[in-house]
C-alpha cells in the first residue's frame, strides 16, 4: 500500500486509488492487518473526495483586472443566473 | 526605340518571353480576382473552363480538376465569385489566363480566403496536433466562461453547469465576442485567466451569428492566444456548422455553448452514487474480514474450551449476527443518503469498524516497535508494551511469560 501525499492528490486519483482499496481488500489476500489499514486508508480516501465534492462554493463572479493584477468581483444584481 | 540591328523573333519565342514578363509579375502570380462567371463549361477531363466578367472585361480561366474537387458550391453562368490563382499564358491558343486554385462565393470571398490561408498556416505550424490536445479535468472546481456579459451563451453555460453541479464556481473573464474588437478582447482575456491560473478549465464562445459575426474566433491572435493558454479551453462558437479556427486549436470543441458546459462539468449525481457504492463494498469487504478472523478465532475456541462450549459458541454468533445486521443497515441507509449525511454515516462506521471491537473489551497490545503481540513467546520479561484499549491506551511492563493456555480459558 502506497502513502499518500494529501497535499498534491487530485480528485481523480483519490477516486482511484478507493478503488484500488476495495479491490485489494475484495482479493481477499490480504492479512487481517493490512485489511485494517486498507479499510482506514478507504475512509479516508472517501472523505477526500467528498470534500472535493463540497469544496468550491456555487458562486458566480467576474475576472476583471483594472491595473492591479487579476480580481474577482460579484456579478452585479440582475445578472445572470 | 528600335535596337540597331533588330532581331527577327519567331511567334513561340516571342511568347517565350510574354511569359516571362508576367511570371515575373509577384502580382499577377498570387492573385484574387472578383468577377461573374459566363462561358461555364466542364470538359470530360474534368478539367473546368470558364471566363470571369466585369463591365469592362473578360478574362478566361482555368480550374483543374485537383482545384475543382476542393471547391465548396457549384459553379454556374451568372454567379459571382471570387478566384484565387495566378496569371499564365497558354502559347497553343496565344491566350493569356488564370489558373484557378480556389474559389468563393464573392459575398464573403475574402472571409472564405484568409481563413483557407490561415488553417493551413496554422496546421503546418503544428496548431491543431491532436498530440497536444489536453484531457478535460475529472472534477472541475472553478470554471472559467470567456464570453459577453449580455450573450445568450452565457446564460446556458451558467444554467446547464449548475444544474450537473450546483456547487460549482464559475468565473466569467468578459470579452467583446463580435465587431473588430473581439480578437483583442479575447485575446485580453484568455491571458488574464492564465494569470489569475486558479481555474480548471475554460469555456470559449459565444452563440450562433453571420460568418462575419464569427469571425473574431478566426483570427490569428486568438488562435495563438488558445494555443498558449495553460489551462485546457474548450471551444463553443456558433452552431454546428460553423467551423472555427478556434475550434480547430482549441483542447475540446463543443458545437453550443450549453454542450461546452455539459463537457466541462461532470454530473455530480453520477460521480456521488460511484463513490457511494465504493464507499459500501469497501465497510462489507472489511467487515467480511473481520469476521473471517473472528471464526478462525472462534473455531479454536471450539477446541480448546470443554466447558459449555456451544453455549459459548452460540453467544458469540449472536453478537456477530447483532453486528452484522447493525453495519448492513447502516451501509444500507448510507447508499441513499445524500453527501453530508454520508460523511456523519462514516464517523458512524469507523465506530462499526474493527476498530469499535476494542471498545467491547478486547484489548491490542504492541511491542515498543509497533509490532502485534499473538503469541507470550514473542516477549521478554521486562519489556513494555503498549496496551490499546477502547479508551486511551496503557503502558505496560511484563512480568511473567506464560507460553500455554489460550486467552479464552
Redesign the interface.
Do not use: W
Given at each position: 500500500m502506497k502513502e499518500i501525499n494529501w497535499e498534491e492528490i487530485?480528485?481523480?486519483e483519490a477516486?482511484e486509488l478507493?478503488?484500488e482499496?476495495?479491490r485489494l481488500?475484495?482479493s481477499?489476500e490480504?492479512t487481517?492487518?493490512e485489511?485494517?489499514a486498507?479499510?482506514e486508508q478507504?475512509?479516508k480516501l472517501?472523505?477526500f473526495?467528498?470534500e472535493?465534492?463540497?469544496?468550491?462554493?456555487?458562486?458566480?463572479?467576474?475576472?476583471?483586472?483594472e491595473g492591479f493584477?487579476?480580481e474577482?468581483r460579484d456579478?452585479a444584481q440582475g445578472?445572470?443566473? | 526605340m528600335w535596337p540597331a540591328e533588330p532581331k527577327v523573333w519567331t511567334v513561340a519565342e516571342a511568347t517565350g518571353r510574354i511569359e516571362d514578363a508576367i511570371a515575373a509579375d509577384p502580382v499577377l502570380q498570387s492573385i484574387l480576382i472578383r468577377g461573374e462567371i459566363s462561358n461555364y463549361k466542364r470538359h470530360i477531363s474534368g478539367h473546368t473552363y470558364f471566363t470571369l466578367k466585369d463591365a469592362k472585361a473578360r478574362l478566361r480561366c482555368v480550374l483543374f480538376r485537383r482545384y475543382g474537387q476542393a471547391v465548396s458550391f457549384p459553379l454556374r453562368d451568372g454567379l459571382e465569385v471570387v478566384a484565387a490563382g495566378r496569371i499564365g499564358v497558354y502559347p497553343p491558343n496565344g491566350d493569356y489566363q488564370l489558373y484557378v486554385e480556389q474559389v468563393f462565393p464573392a459575398g464573403e470571398g475574402l472571409l472564405h480566403f484568409a481563413f483557407q490561408q490561415l488553417k493551413e498556416k496554422l496546421a503546418t505550424e503544428g496548431l491543431f496536433d491532436p498530440e497536444r490536445k489536453r484531457p478535460l479535468?475529472?472534477?472541475p472546481?472553478?470554471l472559467?466562461v470567456i464570453t459577453s456579459?449580455q450573450g445568450a451563451a452565457?446564460?446556458d453555460i451558467?444554467?446547464v453547469a449548475?444544474r450537473r453541479?450546483?456547487?460549482?464556481?464559475?468565473?466569467?473573464?468578459?470579452a467583446i465576442v463580435q465587431g473588430s474588437e473581439g480578437p483583442a478582447s479575447i485575446i485580453k482575456a484568455l491571458q488574464?485567466?492564465n494569470?489569475?491560473g486558479e481555474l480548471d478549465v475554460i469555456i470559449l464562445g459565444r452563440g450562433g451569428g453571420s460568418l462575419e459575426d464569427l469571425w473574431s474566433f478566426n483570427d490569428e491572435g486568438v488562435a495563438r492566444a488558445v494555443y498558449a493558454s495553460s489551462i485546457p479551453v474548450i471551444s463553443a462558437v456558433g452552431h454546428e456548422t460553423d467551423v472555427t479556427i478556434t475550434d480547430l486549436v482549441a483542447d475540446h470543441r463543443a458545437p453550443t455553448p450549453s454542450a461546452a458546459a455539459e463537457l466541462a462539468v461532470p454530473d455530480?449525481r453520477a460521480?456521488?452514487g460511484?463513490?457511494n457504492s465504493?464507499?459500501e463494498?469497501?465497510?462489507r469487504?472489511?467487515q467480511r474480514?473481520?469476521d473471517q478472523?473472528r471464526r478462525q478465532v472462534m473455531s479454536l475456541a471450539e477446541r480448546s474450551v470443554l466447558q459449555r462450549p456451544e453455549e459459548r459458541l452460540n453467544r458469540l454468533r449472536l453478537t456477530l449476527d447483532e453486528r452484522e445486521r447493525s453495519l448492513l443497515l447502516a451501509v444500507r441507509n448510507g447508499y441513499r443518503l445524500s453527501?453530508e449525511r454520508?460523511?456523519s454515516l462514516?464517523g458512524r462506521?469507523?465506530l462499526l469498524?474493527?476498530?469499535g471491537t476494542l471498545a467491547r473489551g478486547y484489548s491490542i497490545c504492541q511491542l515498543p516497535d509497533g509490532q502485534?503481540l499473538r503469541r507470550a513467546q514473542d516477549a521478554r520479561v521486562g519489556a513494555m508494551l503498549h496496551i490499546i484499549l477502547g479508551e486511551g491506551r496503557l503502558h505496560a511492563e511484563v512480568q511473567q511469560i506464560h507460553r500455554e493456555g489460550s486467552g479464552g480459558s
Open positions: 487530485g480528485f481523480e477516486c478507493l478503488e482499496v476495495v481488500l475484495e481477499g490480504t487481517l492487518e485489511s485494517l486498507l479499510f478507504g475512509i472517501v472523505r473526495c467528498n472535493c465534492l463540497d469544496k468550491a462554493e456555487g458562486r458566480i463572479r467576474v475576472l476583471v483586472d493584477g487579476p474577482l456579478l445578472g445572470v443566473g | 479535468p475529472a472534477f472546481h472553478r472559467g456579459l452565457l446564460r451558467v444554467t449548475r453541479n450546483p456547487k460549482i464556481d464559475i468565473i466569467v473573464a468578459p488574464l485567466c494569470r489569475y455530480v460521480i456521488t460511484q463513490l465504493l464507499y463494498r469497501l465497510c469487504m472489511a474480514r473481520v478472523g453527501k454520508l460523511t462514516a462506521l469507523e469498524s474493527p476498530l502485534i
